[in-house]
């Protein structure tokens, strides 16, 4: 239950970073080594969160 919970704050932090990033009117490009280099997640990772929920 540790790990889930640590997963999903993580992913709350980094869906976070990204908004506040393309509030500051970040590239996608600049968002994915930024979220890649200080989260040490995968491109694919961060991709998938990139793409609008629900679509």
Do not use: H, R, W
Not at 3 to 12: G, Q, R, V
Not at 20 to 28: D, F, P, Q, R
């Amino acid at each position: 239950m540790c790990k889930a919970m640590e997963d999903y704050t993580k992913k709350t932090e980094i869906i976070g970073a990204i908004k506040g990033m393309k509030l500051m009117g970040a590239s996608e490009s600049d968002i994915l080594t930024q979220i890649i280099k200080n989260f040490n997640v995968t491109k694919d990772y961060v991709v998938s969160l990139l793409k609008p929920q629900g679509a």
